[in-house]
C-alpha cells in the first residue's frame, strides 16, 4: 500500500462499482460530475472502444468499466493525474481494459485513429482561462478547472475526430454554456440527442447539464426529466445515493 500511495494521497471506494481510486486533496479529486456523466453517458455494452477525454485520474474510465465489456482509453494531459489513474487501474485489476495515455486531447486522433470509436466522454475545464488567477487553486486544479490548455470547442472538435459515424458523445458542463456546447457540436458534425439538467434541489437554478449528441445523426433532442441532487431534508436524493452508493434507502 505504502508503494501504491504518494504523498497526500488516499485510496477511495466507489462503492456502487465496488472498485478503488487513488485522490489527493492538494493534487485532484473527482466531484459528482464525473459520477453523472459516466452514468448518463451511451456505452456499447459487451465489447466496442470508449475514449475518455480529460481524464483528471481516471474516474470516469473505472465507473465505466462497471456498465461496459468496451476498451477505454483514457486521455489525460497532465503527468501526475494520468499516473495516479495508472496506479487505480493497475489496483482493480483493469490493465487488461483501460489504457491511460498522458496526452494532449488536442489531435489525439491522428495518434490513437480517426473515425473509430463507439463512445466519446468529457469532462472538460469549465471557467476562461482569464479567472484561473482569480482562483487560489493548486495548478493541477487550475488546469483541469480552467481552459488554459483546451478550450470547450477543441475538446469538442477532438470528440467528433475519434468518433465513427453514428457514434455518441457524452459532455458534462455548465448550463451557461447550453448554447456555446450546441453550436460547437453542430459545427463538428455531433448532432445534441439528449440533454438533462441538474439542480441542487428543487427550487434553485440548475449548476450542471449532461448532453449527448450522435455523429451525423437527425436532429431529433430529447430533454429529459430533472435530476435533484438534494432532497428538502438536505440529504442525497434517492436517484443520487443510487448512482453514487448502488443503494435506494
Known amino acids: 500500500m505504502n508503494e501504491l500511495l504518494k504523498d497526500d494521497e488516499r485510496l477511495d471506494y466507489l462503492l456502487a462499482e465496488d ?17 453523472l456523466l459516466a452514468r448518463f453517458a451511451y456505452v456499447p455494452i ?7 477525454l480529460c481524464a483528471g485520474n481516471g474516474a470516469i474510465p473505472l465507473f465505466l468499466s462497471a456498465r461496459t465489456g ?42 490513437i485513429g480517426y473515425d473509430m470509436y463507439d463512445t466519446v466522454t468529457c469532462n472538460p475545464p469549465y471557467f476562461p482561462a482569464h479567472k484561473a488567477s482569480e482562483k487560489n487553486i493548486s495548478e493541477h486544479m487550475a488546469i483541469a478547472r480552467h481552459e488554459i490548455h483546451l478550450t470547450l470547442e477543441q475538446a469538442i472538435q477532438s470528440a467528433s475526430e475519434l468518433l465513427k459515424q ?37 427550487g434553485k437554478p440548475a449548476n450542471t447539464l449532461l448532453i449527448e449528441g450522435t455523429k451525423d445523426g437527425k436532429p431529433d433532442l430529447k430533454v429529459l ?25
Open 70 to 111: 468496451a476498451e477505454i482509453t483514457a486521455v489525460e494531459l497532465q503527468e501526475r493525474l494520468a499516473e495516479m489513474a495508472k496506479r487505480s487501474v493497475y489496483y482493480n485489476g483493469l490493465e487488461d481494459r483501460i489504457q491511460v495515455l498522458n496526452d494532449d486531447v488536442i489531435g489525439i486522433a491522428s495518434k
Open 46 to 52: 459487451r465489447s466496442g472502444k470508449i475514449v475518455d
Open 166 to 202: 453514428g457514434g455518441k458523445a457524452a459532455f458534462v458542463h455548465r448550463p451557461g454554456r447550453l448554447l456555446d456546447i450546441v453550436t460547437a457540436m453542430r459545427a463538428n458534425r455531433i448532432e445534441p440527442k439528449r440533454i438533462r439538467f441538474v439542480y441542487p434541489k428543487e
Open 225 to 249: 426529466p430533472p435530476l435533484y441532487v438534494y432532497g428538502a431534508d438536505g440529504e442525497y436524493t434517492e436517484e443520487v445515493r443510487q448512482l453514487l452508493y448502488g443503494e435506494d434507502k
Open 19 to 35: 472498485l478503488r481510486i487513488i485522490q489527493s486533496p492538494s493534487v485532484f479529486s473527482f466531484s459528482l460530475d464525473a459520477v
